[in-house]
């Protein structure tokens, strides 16, 4: 369920992110790069003052693709599953992000299928939570 932008939130979103991974647990996909397309949909706490308009008074997509690519480029990993998470993780840095929706798609893993792939959501944890 998503938050409803009317009660104090923006939507923050990139669009299909088209990156080379290294990712899969099958033979064929090791020592390789295939591509993978990401969506993010942040939930960001509005704050009550109001908006400047100044790019530290928002989250910047920008600085979101650059951590996103940066945990792209790391080690090899087996599952999508595990990408996800690890980027819905480091949305959440932010504490102005309540709530990250991530699905992350492989392009070319099955001939038949667009693509395949999994979708998140992971929100913001309350105070000593």
């Not at 647990?25 to 020592?31: I, K, L, P």
């Not at 003052?49 to 920008?62: K, N, R």
């Not at 690890?86 to 949305?91: E, G, L, V």
Request: glycine residues 6%.
């Amino acid at each position: 369920m998503s938050p409803p932008t009317a009660c104090g939130f923006r939507h923050v979103f990139v669009r299909d992110l088209t990156l080379g991974a290294a990712i899969g647990v099958w033979r064929h996909e090791q020592g390789r790069r295939q591509r993978i397309r990401l969506n993010l949909d942040l939930y960001v706490a509005e704050m009550p003052e109001g908006q400047a308009d100044e790019l530290a008074a928002v989250v910047c997509y920008q600085e979101v693709i650059d951590r996103v690519k940066a945990i792209v480029a790391q080690e090899h990993l087996k599952l999508v599953e595990t990408l996800a998470e690890r980027i819905a993780a480091a949305c959440l840095v932010d504490a102005r992000v309540a709530l990250a929706r991530v699905r992350v798609e492989k392009l070319d893993a099955v001939p038949e299928a667009a693509s395949v792939g999994v979708e998140i959501e992971r929100a913001q944890r309350a105070p000593g939570g």
